[in-house]
């Protein structure tokens, strides 16, 4: 089974950055799309980021002008660079992936625990 483990959150100050990393581990075929989510307490799951395969990045009007994903796809591992933070980037961020296992069979990631992002004004 594929599994995910997000890192780099933490407690940063308004206009500070963040790194975050979301490394799979498991045997797959490929990966497709690779997407970074956040939740924000009270508030609905918000699409950040995502990576189709191929390398097209799909990046929320909210955060398109701050935020930059990529990924390494010989790492299996998908980032978000986070720059000029404010207040509203707080929450827990989740990647999730698409991928294809045993040569045509296509699955999704299950949720993993996400990384904490704290942005303080």
């Known amino acids: 089974q594929v599994r995910l483990a997000e890192s780099g959150g933490g407690l940063v100050q308004a206009g500070g950055s963040l790194r975050l990393s979301c490394a799979a581990s498991?045997?797959?075929?490929?990966?497709?799309?690779m997407t970074w989510w956040r939740q924000a307490p009270g508030k609905q799951r918000e699409l950040v980021a995502n990576?189709?395969?191929?390398?097209?990045?799909v990046i929320a009007d909210s955060v398109k002008d701050r935020f930059t994903a990529s990924r390494d796809d010989a790492k299996n591992t998908l980032y978000l660079q986070m720059d000029s933070l404010v207040p509203e980037d707080s929450g827990r961020y989740y990647c999730?992936?698409?991928?294809?296992?045993?040569?045509?069979?296509?699955?999704?990631?299950?949720w993993g625990q996400g990384t904490q992002v704290t942005v303080s004004a």
């Open positions: 999730v992936f698409d991928y294809v296992e045993n040569g045509n069979t296509i699955r999704t990631t299950p």
């Open positions: 498991g045997s797959v075929t490929r990966f497709n799309g």
């Open positions: 990576s189709h395969h191929g390398g097209h990045m």
